[in-house]
């Protein structure tokens, strides 16, 4: 159930109407991380200060790994940014970082699940071949 105590905000409401055109947007949790859309889409999103950038491009960058190892296992990356200075970004939110990506409600997981996971995990993931040989590009 959406929680409307607060408007999207505008800058968020931007990335996400590139994705998901004419739609509405409202809370559906009270941690204002989870936005659905009218569409019937849900949205993962959070925001930082410049001193989590690292955090923020090691994570988008990890999503953006095992999307390509893995198509589907983990949210879609849709976005992660720094809020550029411009007319209608208000001075107070021109550097803020800004993540958006999917929203995969995992829950538990029963046996055969976790089973299928698993598999997938070792099918997929572990038999990916990087092209950048052993590590990580991103800390």
């Given at each position: 159930m959406p929680v409307p105590t607060r408007t999207v905000d505008p800058i968020i409401a931007r990335i996400i109407e590139k994705y998901d055109p004419s739609s509405t947007l409202s809370y559906a949790s009270s941690s204002h991380s989870r936005i659905r859309s009218s569409s019937g889409k849900d949205y993962f999103v959070k925001t930082g200060m410049s001193s989590e950038k690292d955090?923020?491009?090691?994570?988008?960058?990890?999503?953006k790994a095992i999307h390509t190892a893995a198509p589907g296992l983990a949210p879609h990356l849709l976005e992660c940014s720094v809020v550029e200075p411009g007319v209608d970004?208000?001075?107070?939110?021109?550097?803020?970082?800004?993540?958006?990506?999917?929203?995969?409600?995992?829950?538990?997981?029963?046996?055969?699940?976790?089973?299928?996971?698993?598999?997938?995990?070792?099918?997929?993931?572990?038999t990916y071949k990087s092209t950048n040989g052993f590590g990580f590009t991103v800390p």
């Open positions: 955090q923020f491009i090691g994570e988008a960058e990890c999503l970004v208000p001075e107070r939110s021109a550097g803020k970082l800004v993540f958006v990506s999917e929203y995969k409600d995992i829950g538990s997981l029963t046996d055969s699940a976790a089973q299928k996971l698993a598999r997938r995990l070792a099918g997929e993931l572990h």
